[in-house]
Structure formats: C-alpha cells, structure tokens
C-alpha cells in the first residue's frame, strides 16, 4: 500500500507511521488538530507545531524558559505581557481562528489563558494540559523526552 495523494492542510495534519506486522500489511494513523480548542498531548502538540499545522506558545516566564528550554517548535511569548493578546495575534497574522496550542509548566496557566484568549476573540485555542513538567493529565513535556530548545 502506498500514499500518493497525502494533503497536508493547516487545520488536520497526518501523520503515516508504518507498522510492518507481516509482508505488506501496513497500519495508518493520523492526528488531528482540534478544530474548536480542546486538548492535545505534548506529543501531538511537537508534531503539529514542527509541521507548521499549529502555533504552539510557550506562555511561561524567562527564568523557567533559561531553566528548562522550551519545546521544539514552540515561540515563547510571556502571559505576563502588558501586550500579550496584542504579540500573540501578530504572531498568527492577526487569524484568530488559527490553531493555537498553549503550554505552561503544569497546565494551570494555558487553561486560565485559553479562556482570557477565547473572550478576546480567538476561536481555536488548545491546552496542552501537562505542560512542559507534567500534571495529573500526565508525565509532560520533560518526562516524555521530547526535544527542547533551550537557547
């Protein structure tokens, strides 16, 4: 089996891991971009960001980006901002139905701030609920061994 007319679009990203469970049987699996906020695991939210599908936004301060890095693929954009709706929707090209994923350090922060974002206009903000060091939605960012960015 093979996929020649795979279209990749901005709002669903599939992602093709082929399984070699005998002689020519392969399995498909995809990962969607929720199209309505929602939630994503670290892992989903890595793929999506690096295939350009999603804006991931590391919404934590400096010293907890210079202690720890920051995901690979995330921009990181401060919630303390005096300014911050303002950098964010300059971020998205002022698209506020375009998928944004937010991560903190547990989870707490991206949750309050989809809501502050979501009455500010922007349609499609998803929480990345275990953020960067893990919470009771799971291990996180860290513990999972995803890549980090730390300059």
Request: with cysteine.
């Amino acid at each position: 089996m093979t996929y020649t007319d795979i279209t990749v679009s901005r709002r669903r990203f599939l992602a093709f891991s082929a399984v070699a469970v005998a002689p020519g049987v392969v399995f498909a699996q995809s990962t969607d971009v929720p199209t309505n906020g929602g939630e994503i695991s670290p892992k989903d939210a890595h793929a999506l960001a690096n295939s350009g599908d999603i804006f991931l936004i590391d919404i934590r301060r400096p010293d907890e980006w210079a202690s720890t890095g920051s995901g690979e693929g995330a921009h990181r954009l401060d919630l303390r901002r005096k300014d911050f709706v303002t950098e964010l929707a300059a971020l998205v090209g002022d698209d506020k139905s375009a998928p944004v994923a937010l991560i903190c350090a547990r989870g707490v922060r991206s949750f309050r701030t989809s809501v502050r974002l979501r009455k500010a206009g922007f349609t499609n903000i998803i929480d990345v609920p275990e953020g960067m060091l893990g919470s009771n939605a799971g291990p996180g960012w860290i513990k999972r061994k995803l890549p980090l960015n730390r300059s």
